[in-house]
């Protein structure tokens, strides 16, 4: 059996998360993300020889276990000093796990791994159209995005990800405090689900421009890349259209309902 080295854990029910060291665990936790993401070329989703380099240089490496049974695994490295924030560049739990909480118990081990070290930040990407992510960053979390990041990655090779441009949003989960919760105010859709299809809202320009809009996603993106692969393409496109005109005149996301979407609001006049 392998016994893995661990010096810090956050545990859960059953469900244990600590930090990984040495090459056996880092191939394993390595070998998890290729079959979390589909990955069937050579090679490793990460390199796991890089994955024990950055360890020793003071990296974040964890993984969270059921029992024995590694089922969630993460991997961050530090920003500039004077930012003070982890970059977490990959985080997954196996998709039989789903829905009890893992990716949440990992980011909170990541929250208290931070601190320990006078950390005050963490930021990660994650797919805008990927709701539950969106939900879990947003609304659990407390994160908020940044910026809305061009097919960051270029052409991706798993088969959660092929032949789909690779735009992100960059969060920031500030560790201080809660985030400033959404206005009161009153939202108009920018970005619908029609039937199935993105339909873009009536907008109003001038003095009677709205301050708060909704952007709406699908609610499964995954299965709808699988089922109707030019649908979901449809849903990038548009989704990138009505964020990135926002983002870039300093609107921000305040928040994300499974229903209407993300909830953009106008910087104050």
């Known amino acids: 059996m392998v016994r893995w080295n661990y010096t810090s854990r956050v545990v859960v029910r059953r469900f244990e998360v600590r930090e990984l060291s040495g090459i056996v665990a880092m191939t394993s936790a390595s070998t998890l993300w290729d079959t979390i993401w589909f990955r069937e070329g050579a090679g490793h989703e990460i390199d796991p020889a890089l994955m024990v380099a950055l360890a020793h240089a003071g990296g974040y490496l964890a993984g969270a276990f059921d029992g024995d049974t590694l089922v969630g695994a993460a991997l961050g490295f530090w920003g500039s000093p004077d930012h003070g924030a982890l970059h977490s560049h990959i985080t997954g739990v196996l998709p039989t796990y789903a829905g009890r909480g893992i990716g949440t118990m990992i980011k909170n081990h990541q929250r208290d791994w931070v601190l320990a070290r006078a950390g005050s930040a963490i930021t990660w990407t994650y797919d805008p159209l990927v709701s539950r992510n969106a939900h879990v960053n947003l609304n659990r979390l407390g994160a908020r995005p940044e910026r809305y990041l061009l097919d960051v990655y270029g052409d991706l090779a798993d088969d959660l990800n092929r032949g789909d441009p690779s735009d992100r949003l960059l969060v920031r989960w500030r560790l201080a405090g809660a985030p400033e919760p959404p206005s009161a105010r009153a939202a108009v859709p920018l970005l619908i689900d029609k039937n199935g299809l993105p339909v873009t809202g009536p907008q ?33 496109f548009a989704v ?30």
């Open 204 to 236: 109003l320009d001038g003095d009677d421009a709205p301050a708060v809009l909704t952007v709406g996603v699908p609610d499964d993106i995954t299965a709808l890349r699988r089922q109707d692969p030019a649908t979901a393409g449809l849903w990038r």
């Open 240 to 269: 990138r259209e009505a964020l990135v005109p926002l983002l870039d005149r300093s609107w921000t996301i305040t928040g994300f309902d499974r229903t209407h979407g993300y909830r953009v609001e106008a910087p104050p006049s």
